[in-house]
């Protein structure tokens, strides 16, 4: 009986999971068709992933777009607008993370045929687990931990950091008050996932932040 039930979830999430990928696949298609390179941002809530889409929005200006997912608000999309950038908010109404459909519908209603765009950011909901399982079409996945948080979460939230492409330190400006050890932080990330590339930046004070836009810009130019 129990057996049966857990096959029964597997079932539901397999499915669930297969058609998140199709969406997917389709999305890589269309933004790869426009020359679009796209990124996705994960962190917790507050690591700063959208300061760090302000501080790209100087270097970037309208070569980037950025959708925003967020539970509830237009905040970030305000911010990332009043920055320079077109940007386009989902509100999830609940959801922990985005999923490539909403992507898709979002991409919809953007405009995208512009010639001079070649970047579109997506900020995923603040949440360390539930975006890890959802490909949207990215190019490039980035996982984004601030020194607050502390140098242990890696190797806690596996799923995540396992997965990424890119590991962002962010908020550097405050390493001398707190005892957040980057060595470690990137060692343990090495250890899962041994291709990581790593940046540490303060999107608040904009160090690193412009060799890291080299780097994005490096990737399709
Ligand atoms: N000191 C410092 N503060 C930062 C830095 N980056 C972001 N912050 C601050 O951290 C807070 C959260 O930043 P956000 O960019 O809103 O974080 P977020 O990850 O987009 O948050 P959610 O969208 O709610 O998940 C804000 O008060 C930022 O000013 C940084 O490099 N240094
Ligand atoms: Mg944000």
Do not use: H, R
């Given at each position: 009986m129990c057996d049966e039930i857990i096959e029964q979830k597997i079932d539901i999430t397999t499915s669930v999971m297969n058609k998140n990928d199709l969406f997917a696949a389709e999305n890589r298609g269309f933004l790869k068709g426009k020359g679009i390179y796209t990124l996705n941002l994960?962190?917790?809530?507050?690591?700063?992933?959208?300061?760090?889409l302000e501080s790209m929005a100087h270097y970037f200006g309208s070569r980037m777009a950025v959708i925003e997912g967020d539970i509830q608000t237009r905040r970030d999309a305000e911010r990332i607008e009043k920055a320079g950038c077109q940007a386009w908010q989902i509100e999830t109404g609940g959801a922990c993370h985005l999923d490539a459909h909403a992507v898709k519908h979002a991409m919809d209603q953007m405009e995208l045929d512009s010639d001079i765009l070649e970047l579109l950011a997506i900020e995923n909901v603040g949440n360390l687990i539930c975006p890890s399982g959802y490909d949207l079409g990215e190019n490039l996945r980035i996982g984004l931990l601030s020194v607050p948080e502390g140098d242990d979460k890696i190797l806690k939230y596996p799923s995540l950091f396992s997965t990424i492409n890119v590991l962002v330190i962010n908020k550097m400006d405050l390493l001398p008050h707190l005892d957040f050890d980057v060595d470690r932080a990137i060692e343990e990330c090495r250890s899962l996932n041994p291709d990581v590339l790593v940046f540490t930046v303060s999107a608040k004070t904009g160090e690193g932040m412009e060799e890291f836009c080299d780097f994005v810009e490096s990737n399709y130019s």
């Open positions: 994960i962190s917790s809530p507050g690591a700063g992933k959208t300061t760090v």
